[in-house]
């Protein structure tokens, strides 16, 4: 007969005077079992391996002795499981694969009560990229989920309003903010979550863990997580795993079915607050689109910026050095370039001169970025040629209110212009340049806005991502009368 593996799990203090132990192990070397005694807390654990006659003889002996040597809270026999059959127990739960998961930094699709969503961790670097690189997109502004709303503040900044609205409608409102909107998030909270989540989209979701999955993926992590609705190519939530490894291939290391009854698709709902107003914000998925100014029921105001005459790159490519030697070309005399901090020598700036004035290797741009782009180049943030826009982010972090400081600007027939070269050529400093020109383009909007009868004024645009911007521009628009809308 095959011999049994039995554990006596025994909860339980000896009585006082008595040697209890002493009596147990007499006990166990009288029924000649193979087995061990072992003490844990609050009691202890005998682990016997014999024929199943001599297990209940021993049993039939080791009751009374407990109930006359211990002051017993609980007594249990138990089989013990064997590590494979716990570890394959374990893999099995939806939950702990994921964390393991997550923890290994891959991109994992988990069916919820919602549809599937596209997971990975949120403060690892290649795993962000990873995800990136599923979804096909540098641009698209990413969810992130957070256990608390105390988790949520030890990263980000968060006003009233904001923390308020996510108390209230926890998983399904989606907070749209910029991420690093001033210089208190820069210095407190140090890019705890990594600039990998948006390095072409500076927006940030944020949501707190709500439904069944999430509140039992957050009982065994601390870490917060993105998460992506998985959409088809027409926007609608994917609701098969069939169709889910089609549409987004073999990136995902692997699909947990969490939900297996039925589903109800449901997508996020993203807002953004503006002056206490929750306002409903699409993801962003191409903020390259630079509207300045548009009405929803005639469209785009006849207003352009006039064309600006910019060197490009050997490659052709537009860069914030180009833009900022071009600007200055335009509006300040050789012989004071000369002076400036600019990582050309004397002969480099002249075949640059030469080059733009014969229009050899340049381009005619009309977006304000350029002006961004210019600043950036000139305050020498990024010393690079290569192109890297950044220049907004830099914008969000020197940014201070500077409502009396205005460029010279001109709208006309030719379009809009803006001199910042002059300004800059009197005060250098990034506060001074970013500030002012994020408080002329908001004056140069309100402008545009006043000469038109139409009482609702819709913005959007790469610029309207930026937020002091847009709430800057909100304020005068609502103080000249207009009610504006933002997307």
Known sequence: MKPLQIEFHIKGKPLPGIDAFERINALLAESQLSAILKPVKEGFVISATAAETEISAFETKLLPLLATHFTLESY?????????????????DPVTQAVSLLKKAKVIAVRTEVGYHLLCNATKIPAVRALRTVIGSEKRALDVVFKSLVGAEKLLLLSAKERELLQEHPGDFVLSKVKTLHQLERTTYKY?????????NKRLGVMLSSGLFYKALYSQITFPVVSLDALTSEGEMI?????L????????????EFETGAVTPRKRAHYQIVYGKPQRFPPRNDPNADVLLTEETTGIFEHGLKPLHLLTSADGEKTPLYTAVSMLFA???????AGLDLPFSAEELNALYERWEKRDGTVESDTLLDYFD???ALCRIDDTKE????????????????EEELFDYRIDKEGISIDLIVAYCVNKKPKYLYSTLTNTISEIIAEIAAETEKERVHLSGTLMGYRDLAELTIEKLEEAGKEAELS
């Open 239 to 243: 609701t098969s795993a069939e169709l």
């Open 387 to 402: 192109f890297v826009t950044e220049s907004l982010w830099h914008a969000e972090n020197y940014f201070e209110v500077c």
């Open 76 to 92: 249990a026999k138990k089989r013990p499981q064997s590590k494979k059959s716990s570890e394959q127990k374990k893999s099995q």
């Open 245 to 256: 490894r089609k549409h987004y291939g073999e990136g995902i290391a692997a699909v947990i």
């Open 192 to 200: 705890t979550l990594n600039r990998a989540l948006h390095p072409l």
């Open 374 to 376: 210019a600043i950036t």
């Open 331 to 337: 509006a300040v005399p050789m012989e004071d370039i």
